[in-house]
């Protein structure tokens, strides 16, 4: 099995960490899906805002794809003890890559290209907004008889109808 990925790479994996080329027992396949495994998880933290994979190269996004991959192939070897990742500072490296990508993923810090230019977010997406949002649930997959009625709402809602009312008797 073979994993696609479009921000790090297995000589790229290589060149961060050094000390994966002493893991004996792993192939450039198996770090190649790591990377995969990596990939998808900014993916699913980045798609919400961004258009994915962007068209141009994003330095960042290379940075944590391979800071994840490195973490995710280190975290799983038997060997490694906690106090051997503290040494080794992955868990550090792998929660920085998680708050920025949380950072990314809700619009706190903007995504830039190699050249700079911060990417446009995603226009394709709206969200979807009720006007009574405001309001208690009405209905809920509760037991019958637990369901809430909001007197705001009611009264909002009889003042609608009444002014529709006498705005069709006027025209």
Partial sequence: MTSVVSYT????????????????????????????????EMVGRLAQRYALPPTVPCPLLETLATDLAVYRVLSRRQYITRDAKEKSGIEVVYTQAIATLSLLAAGL??????SGTVL???????????STEAYLPTFHEGPDGTHVKD??????????REFDALRDRLT
Avoid at 109 to 114: I, K
Avoid at 120 to 130: A, F, G, I, Y
């Fill in 9 to 40: 790479s297995v000589s790229l994996m290589m060149l961060t960490r050094p000390d994966l080329r002493s893991l004996s027992t792993v192939t450039s396949a198996e770090l190649a899906i790591f990377a995969g495994q990596a990939e998808a």
């Fill in 120 to 130: 446009t977010e995603r226009t394709d997406r709206m969200p979807v907004l009720s």
């Fill in 109 to 114: 810090l903007p995504l830039v290209d190699a």
């Fill in 151 to 160: 007197p705001n709402k009611i009264d909002d809602l009889l003042t609608a």
